[in-house]
């Protein structure tokens, strides 16, 4: 399968400080890439979808000032968490979705342990 | 929204039992995707599906696209212990959008 890497995979930060998550397709290129944020024991819940060269859509909710996403190339998204606070403290995930003769899959990356102390 | 319902939501079998769980929504997808996460680490894909009927296998898992294209299940052959963890499915339409269950936690016992 393909591969996604996203880092760091843990991140320790104190209140009102910013973090920054990467995602990156290493064997494709990914217009479309997505972030998720997961609590213990739920299922994914889709902040935003990072679409190359243009704005990030952010689901309802999901505060943009807050949450800073950048897509510059066709291989790498960032998630920004700004002036983080401990209600941030999450699961954080990134995919990208590769298309292939029409098929698209999503493929997910490690997942960063944000804990905002 | 669309919303998926997977279940069961839980499964504690023994090992060699064979495991099925499925995933139904009121809503058409044009893609069924099924994931298997572990502890700390991201999804990582397991069968992807899309045409309607579609059956697909990859090893000891058999996964299959409704024919009404809203329901989708998986089943495991003869588990085993690192068969363990949250299986997932999702779904997504022609827009791109995805939606996932809640996840099937699966403990498989020696």
């Known amino acids: 399968g393909a591969v996604v890497s996203q880092h760091p995979s843990w991140v320790i930060c104190k209140s009102g400080t910013s973090v920054k998550i990467e995602c990156r397709s290493l064997?494709?290129?990914?217009?479309?890439m997505f972030w998720y944020r997961q609590f213990p024991k739920q299922s994914l819940m889709l902040m935003a979808t990072?679409?190359?060269?243009?704005?990030?859509?952010?689901e309802q909710g999901v505060e943009k000032d807050k949450f800073l996403i950048n897509h510059a190339s066709l291989t790498l998204s960032t998630l920004t968490v700004t002036s983080a606070h401990p209600e941030d403290s999450s699961f954080y995930i990134c995919?990208?979705?590769?298309?292939?003769?029409?098929?698209?899959?999503?493929?997910f990356g490690s997942g960063t342990q944000l804990s905002v102390l | 929204g669309q919303q998926l319902n997977q279940s069961p939501q839980s499964m504690f079998i023994q090992e060699g039992e064979d495991v099925s769980m499925n995933c139904t929504s009121s809503s058409i997808f044009n893609t069924w995707l099924w994931y298997k996460q572990d502890p700390g680490e991201g999804p990582v894909l397991l069968i992807a599906l899309y045409k309607a009927g579609e059956l697909t296998s990859n090893g000891r898992l058999t996964a299959q696209f409704g024919i009404t294209r809203k329901d989708s299940f998986l089943n495991i052959s003869a588990s085993i212990p690192s068969d363990v963890g949250i299986y997932f499915c999702?779904?997504?339409?022609?827009?791109?959008?995805?939606?996932f269950g809640d996840g099937t936690t699966l403990t498989v016992k020696p």
């Open positions: 995919s990208a979705q590769r298309e292939t003769g029409g098929n698209e899959k999503l493929f």
């Open positions: 999702a779904g997504r339409t022609n827009a791109g959008k995805s939606t």
């Open positions: 990072s679409n190359e060269g243009s704005k990030a859509t952010y």
């Open positions: 064997d494709f290129q990914a217009t479309t």
